[in-house]
Nanobody
Framework: QVQLVESGGGLVQPGGSLRLSCVVS????????MSWYRQAPGKERELVAG????????NYADSVKGRFTISRDNAKNTVSLQMNSLKPEDTAMYYC?????????WGQGTQVTVSS
């Protein structure tokens, strides 16, 4: 059974930081590219950041470049998203995604709310 379990969301003030984590089980983690997506109410789900299976290359949405950092630990089957300088517009449900050339899996999401 494939499971992606996100954690680390919560309520934070503007300018604050959060670190999201996603633990993956049931698939050979090191063979999957990993990504974080987010979806705000009334909006489409969008890619926030992605990292290749070996962790050598990452990419970011323009809106989070310089503030967010994606990383992975293949020994712990974990992908993380460090989010700094958070803004109210970062408020959304954040989802972990695992993908290879044939399959894609999603986590259940973790809520991030940026508000004073």
């Amino acid at each position: 059974q494939v499971q992606l379990v996100e954690s680390g969301g919560g309520l934070v003030q503007p300018g604050g930081s959060l670190r999201l984590s996603c633990v993956v089980s049931g698939v050979p983690f090191r063979r999957y590219a990993m990504s974080w997506y987010r979806q705000a109410p009334g909006k489409e789900r969008e890619l926030v950041a992605g990292i290749t299976s070996a962790g050598g290359t990452s990419n970011y949405a323009d809106s989070v470049k310089g503030r967010f950092t994606i990383s992975r630990d293949n020994a712990k089957n974990t992908v993380s998203l460090q989010m700094n300088s958070l803004k109210p517009e970062d408020t959304a449900m954040y989802y972990c995604n695992a993908k290879n050339e044939f399959l894609a899996y999603w986590g259940q999401g973790t809520q991030v709310t940026v508000s004073s």
